[in-house]
């Protein structure tokens, strides 16, 4: 056909993108009205900022990343659904004995891979056993594990090198995930390309860039679930676009909308918009190497001078609530009475007085360039300190550098934040107050009080839960004085989706049971 | 000298371009704060995981000798393992051209249908009010940022009015890509057809005066065919030199239109690998956009040669 005018040619290509809209919005139309029970079938679509990274469950750090491969590859225990404990997964009891040092689990019967063969205790001891291994991944996790013995295919027991209290919570850990023993045959790295596990989904196929797809395990041990035929994780950094396109019913749920969009989001017809409580602790990161900082009185001073609620009210428009810890109340031991400074600005100004630096000193802040929640909370953090004769002032790097510098220690103030991936304090109070074993400069401030630090150590060993709680209560305590970071605020994890999708709730880590899931 | 001889010379030229280019993307990018293992690992890995990682890219190396290396695998042809995803990196800049190429052609396409018509339009009622509203209207289109007008188009023609497109992809085989990609490649039309419709409208007016034009109308053709067929074909030269300065700037601009639109096209890859300081991807994504502006600057030549006999390749 020859092309008359170039307007005719407009007029084709408009006419062609209608029909193609038309197939698709009659599509769309095939999905079936809700009931009260599950129902089994459909595909959803989840939209979030950031691509996969990597499907190595013993290697990889990135969120994006980990909520998937959990879909796939499961541990022997799982967390509960408030995030403080955990429960029989892929095991269905574990018993304790040697002092805390001998764990013996039984493993559950009739689960199998998703290449249809049945997981036995072979397979435990290999996964984890390879993720002990690893050195650049979660390997530190497993440290307390000295052996792992199998004396039937269904019973696999666990000799530690000592007594660990959060040992339950590390087997739990995503990167103790169970896979095929010797990866099924595979090289590891080839095998992590599209991994075998027991979850409710199996690797389907991936757009590098673009998106991933799970579809049903036709194995999965758990009878009639998962509900959905298949997941699709897209990867749309736009958050107007993401918006746009629940709307349109073109995904089902919107990873994190931002704040300020939640609002209209709740009265937005056939969205769901849900505030999940999640262990997201914000701080305002304080680095004691810069001596007036290294000063208690001031790190106090500044502690009562932050107005949290002020944060919470104008940067997160309400949905959050004033940190008082450096744990969050989502985490087992969290201690609601911690101590944790909050706004007072005549303690504040009785703080600074007392310290070495009566009259005040100026301080520079590190801010993402182009992160608007750290300048809004910048902002209200150099007037609040004003009146302390503290004068901020800022240096702007994109988020990549501030993070880089935050590391190496190369700030005076800055953002940073905690989710996290155990449901045991161990793993953040570690990072955050040990300075030799957490590896990171007691969470790159310099923050070195023994007292705490041996509290820690105590914990790590204490069995008794009643005990544990104790030692856990005097360490906030004594942090919350030290004021070693300034609590900001815990936030929830944000999710809008489908009215059409029910059963689907995220855990306090972050993570999401998709098995769950159906579309009605 | 020949149009083939002009081509390859100006292809080899191609060579020390491409060179320069690759020191600058390097050094730029290494130089660039921002640590790529730190990135990856998160705010909880220590030192020690981190400075694990960096030896194993070779990180901890000396620029000089990274460089040599780079360059040594690139004159291969390979740009390296992108550290982020663990692939190729020419594997994954080489998916995602066919995206961008597809958002240029088809925007530029579309931006010369809107500018031809709409130029003719005003040059042959100069001074009325069609040539006042061509003049005037387009100028807004030009006014607005990429990000907002693909917002808005995407609001109006994705969520409402039928919901006739969809917000935002790539879409799937020819049709797909051509329905997906309609509403980007209009936003890259809406910057472009402004500054074509006034470049043709001037070239218009002043062919429109010509003797040969004169000529033809007084033999008593129509004044469609003399647009056509006359005056067109001549006011077009110079507008096509503006066309290809303008797609040359545009392979740049597709990042804002590439993110607002989901589209994995490179332009999405570079902003990301920058975030990422994934250096292999960011390098050879640089390499890619160096040679399709020098390609477009070469075919517009060659263009412009084939279409005014006047000129001639030296």
């Known amino acids: 056909m020859k092309v008359r005018s170039p307007l005719l040619f407009l007029v084709i290509v408009v006419a062609i993108s209608a029909l193609g809209s038309t197939a698709a919005l009659a599509s769309r139309a095939g999905h079936a009205s809700g009931t009260a029970t599950p129902k089994r079938g459909g595909s959803i679509t989840i939209a979030r900022i950031e691509d996969s990274q990597s499907f190595d469950k013993t290697n990889v750090f990135q969120n994006e990343s980990i909520w998937l491969t959990e879909q796939i590859m499961e541990p022997l225990y799982t967390v509960t659904p408030d995030g403080k404990s955990v429960k029989p997964w892929l095991a269905t009891s574990s018993k304790i004995s040697n002092g805390g040092k001998t764990y013996t689990f039984k493993l559950r019967q009739g689960v199998k891979f998703s290449n249809g063969k049945t997981m036995t205790s072979a397979d435990v001891k290999f996964s984890i056993a390879d993720a002990q291994k690893q050195s650049k991944g979660w390997g530190y996790l497993d440290a307390a594990i000295k052996n792992i013995a199998t004396p039937d295919p269904s019973t696999v027991v666990f000799h530690l090198k000592y007594a660990w209290a959060p040992f339950l919570a590390d087997i739990a850990l995503f990167a103790n995930g169970i896979i095929p023993n010797n990866w099924n045959g595979e090289p590891r790295a080839q095998f992590y390309k599209h991994p075998i596990g027991t979850g409710p989904f199996m690797w389907d196929k991936r757009v590098i860039g673009q998106s991933v797809t799970f579809k049903r395990n036709p194995f999965y041990w758990q009878k009639g679930k998962p509900y959905l035929d298949s997941v699709t994780w897209s990867f749309v950094t736009d958050e107007n676009t993401r918006e746009l396109q629940l709307r349109g019913g073109q995904i089902q749920v919107d990873e994190f909308p931002p704040f300020n969009s939640i609002s209209k989001l709740q009265h937005t017809q056939g969205v769901t918009m849900t505030l999940f409580p999640s262990t997201r602790t914000d701080y305002l990161d304080i680095n004691e190497q810069y001596p007036p900082l290294a000063d208690a009185h001031v790190r106090r001073a500044i502690s009562y001078a932050i107005d949290r609620k002020a944060i919470v009210k104008s940067v997160l428009f309400g949905f959050g609530k004033p940190a008082n810890s450096f744990l969050p109340p989502q985490v087992p031991f969290y201690d609601r009475n911690s101590g944790g400074l909050q706004l007072n600005i005549a303690k504040a100004k009785a703080e600074m007085a007392k310290s070495k630096f009566p009259h005040g000193f100026k301080v520079t802040m590190l801010v993402g360039a182009g992160a608007q929640v750290e300048s809004s909370m910048g902002q209200i953090l150099q007037s609040a300190f004003k009146p302390l004769g503290i004068t901020v002032t800022f240096k702007q790097e994109d988020t990549s550098t501030e993070f880089n510098d935050v590391a190496k220690q190369k700030y005076q103030l800055a953002f940073s934040y905690w989710t996290m991936d155990i449901a045991d304090p161990d793993e953040l109070v570690t990072f955050a107050i040990d300075p030799k074993a957490g590896g990171a400069h007691s969470f790159y401030t310099d923050y070195n009080n023994p007292a705490v630090i041996n509290l820690s150590h105590q914990a790590q060993r204490e069995t008794n839960v009643a005990k544990r709680a104790k030692l856990y209560n005097q360490l906030q305590q004594i942090a919350a004085h030290d004021a070693f970071l300034g609590f900001l605020y815990y936030s929830p994890f944000r999710y809008a989706y489908s009215s059409k999708l029910h059963g689907f709730f995220v855990y306090p880590l972050g993570n999401y049971h998709l098995e769950d899931a159906w579309l009605g | ?314």
Request: aromatic share 8%.
């Open chain 2, 1 to 314: 000298m020949s149009l083939g001889a002009y081509v390859v010379r100006r292809l080899l030229h191609l060579v020390p371009i491409a060179l320069g280019v690759t020191i600058l993307a390097f050094f730029l990018i290494h130089l660039v704060p921002g640590d790529p293992a730190r990135t990856i690992l998160g705010n909880q890995a220590t030192d020690q995981r981190v400075a694990l990682l960096r030896h194993q890219w070779g990180l901890d190396r000396p620029l000089p000798v990274q460089y040599e290396k780079f360059m040594g695998r690139t004159v291969r042809g390979d740009l390296g393992t992108s550290l982020f995803y663990g692939v190729s990196a020419g594997r994954l800049v080489l998916q995602r051209l066919p995206v961008t190429l597809w958002l240029i052609g088809f925007g530029a396409l579309l931006s010369v249908l809107i500018a031809v018509p709409l130029a003719a339009l005003a040059a042959t009622h100069r001074d009325g009010i069609p040539d006042h509203v061509v003049r005037a209207v387009p100028l807004v289109g030009l006014g607005f940022p990429a990000f907002w007008l693909g917002i808005v188009l995407l609001f109006v023609f994705g969520l409402h009015l039928g919901r006739a497109f969809p917000v935002g992809g790539y879409g799937n085989g020819f049709a797909g890509h051509l329905h997906s990609m309609f509403l980007p490649a209009l936003t890259v039309a809406f910057g472009i057809a402004p500054i074509l419709v006034r470049s043709l409208r001037a070239s218009l007016l002043e062919v429109l005066e010509s003797d040969y034009i004169v000529t033809a109308r007084s033999k008593g053709l129509p004044e469609r065919r003399v647009l056509a067929r006359h005056a067109l074909r001549n006011a077009v030269i110079s507008t096509v030199s503006v066309l290809g300065v303008n797609i040359g700037y545009l392979v740049g601009g597709t990042l804002v239109i590439e993110q607002v639109y989901a589209l994995p096209g490179i332009g999405q890859l570079m902003i990301n690998s920058i975030n990422q300081r994934d250096f292999p991807v960011v390098q050879g994504v640089t390499l890619v956009f160096s040679v399709m502006v020098v390609l477009v600057y070469l075919l517009t030549d060659v263009a412009h040669a084939l279409l005014d006999p006047r000129v001639r390749f030296e």
